[in-house]
């Protein structure tokens, strides 16, 4: 059964929205925005006509709700296949050795790696942006420069997020919004304040501005310390042979000293390397995690 | 029955041709284009019903972007939300050139059959 047709901006998009409930919520975001153009765009070139009649021809235009979400959801299918390379499968079922090692096949550890040293930088650069955008949004708010600091505020935290959201995709493959949040129905001034501040991911973002400075130390201390240690182990044999044949003369020492004392430097190397194996499955996994946090903070669950 | 068959075999038609027809119109112009502007030149183009509908348009040009043969820029609109603009890259203008190609052999293919199965 068909809804009735739609005779306003709003009614439409909702009317999308629902066709495409069971798609990624950054495909409906990105969908309900090209609509949101064209509808509005329609408008402005049939003055003369009210928002229900250029609405009434709309399903023999740009297509009814359904037929666009259809067209969506195709290309969507198409896109995803060509973006993204299905993830290699062997096709026995691999040992888990192979298992194990396969993390050094997947490109997305390198990107989450990447992604997490990033991470202390964008994390100190959003929380500073989130506490001194809101500091400043409290303190100005009784002067009349209060109101356009404000809304250039979260005008520059949705440009950021969007970028975030561009980031993430990238790094991890999470299907992220590729449109700015449509900016919804026009009114005046003051109701797009009270819409802005009603809208709960204006705060979800800004929670997650400041999430991202604990998670961005932390992310950043888990692969420097995961990728020195791991990495000093593995050359440990090479330097020990070095300062043998006398190529290099820096005092090589293990800490600690039991680890020295018990353990061929071989050995030392093998730990290395699960060590630094470990650290890109930690890699991966972070990335995957945070990607779902992102995604439930800076998408709206619509 | 037969009026759904024939739109069905439109619907089939336009998959790959929406994408041919988009970067012909983008690489014809100078200037860059968005969303609302393409739909209505091909809209006016084709006098009779429109071939497809207008809102197929966007999700074709997003995945053209994504593959590298468009690249887009936002720019602020007074009527709505800010406008994505569209301009073809030397890659797309590469691939416009195969895929008319392509085209013109399919269509020559298709045609010869096709005048001799009809018969007036």
């Not at chain 1, 390379?85 to 298992?99: D, E, F, K, M, V």
């Not at chain 2, 502007?37 to 009779?48: S, V």
């Not at chain 2, 195969?98 to 010869?112: E, K, P, S």
Request: charged share 20%; proline share 6%.
């Amino acid at each position: 059964m068909t809804p009735a047709a739609p005779r306003s901006i709003d009614a439409y998009l909702k009317q999308l929205q629902a066709a495409l409930a069971d798609q990624d919520p950054s495909l409906i975001q990105d969908a309900a925005y090209d609509a949101e153009e064209y509808l509005r765009a329609e408008i402005a070139a049939h003055p003369d006509k009210s928002e229900a009649d250029v609405l009434e021809l709309i399903a023999s235009t740009y297509g009814a709700p359904e037929e666009v979400a259809a067209a969506y959801r195709e290309t969507e299918a198409k896109v995803k296949a060509a973006l993204h390379a299905p993830t290699p499968q062997a096709a026995h079922t691999p040992g888990l050795l192979q298992r194990f090692f396969s993390v050094y096949s997947d490109p997305r550890s390198y990107t989450s790696l990447f992604f997490m040293l990033l991470a202390l930088a964008t994390g100190i650069a959003y929380f500073l942006i989130a506490v001194v955008g809101i500091a400043l949004s409290l303190g100005l708010a009784t002067l009349i420069i209060g109101i356009p600091f404000f809304l250039a505020f979260i005008g520059v935290v949705r440009v950021i997020s969007l970028g975030e959201g561009r980031l993430i995709e990238a790094m991890t493959g999470e299907r992220m919004p590729r449109r700015p949040v449509h900016p919804g129905p026009a009114m005046g001034l003051w109701a797009g304040i009270g819409a802005m501040l009603k809208d709960s991911r204006t705060w979800t973002t800004l929670a997650y501005f400041i999430l991202m400075l604990p998670l961005g130390i932390a992310y950043f201390v888990i692969a420097v310390v995961g990728l020195s240690v791991g990495l000093s182990c593995i050359f440990a044999p090479l330097a020990g042979v070095l300062e043998h044949v006398g190529l290099v003369h820096a005092s090589l020492s293990i800490e600690p000293a039991w680890l020295a004392a018990t353990l061929p430097l071989g050995v030392v190397a093998i730990l290395g390397i699960v060590v630094l194996t470990t650290v890109m499955h930690v890699a991966r996994g972070v990335g995957r995690m945070h990607a779902r946090i992102a995604k439930r903070l800076l998408v709206n669950p619509s | 029955m037969e009026e759904t068959q024939v739109r069905k075999f439109q619907k089939d038609l336009n998959g790959g041709l929406v994408a041919l027809v988009l970067l012909a119109v983008l690489a014809a112009t100078q200037e860059d284009l968005y969303g609302y502007e393409i739909a209505k030149r091909l809209q006016k183009a084709n006098e009779g019903e429109a071939l497809f509908k207008e809102g197929t348009v966007y999700p074709v040009l997003r995945a053209l972007s994504a593959a590298g043969l468009l690249t887009s820029r936002i720019v602020p609109s007074y009527s709505g939300p800010p406008r994505r603009y569209y301009r073809v890259t030397e890659e797309g203008r590469a691939m416009l050139r195969q895929y008319r190609d392509v085209w013109r052999q399919t269509r020559d293919f298709v045609d010869r059959f096709i005048e001799a199965g009809i018969t007036p």
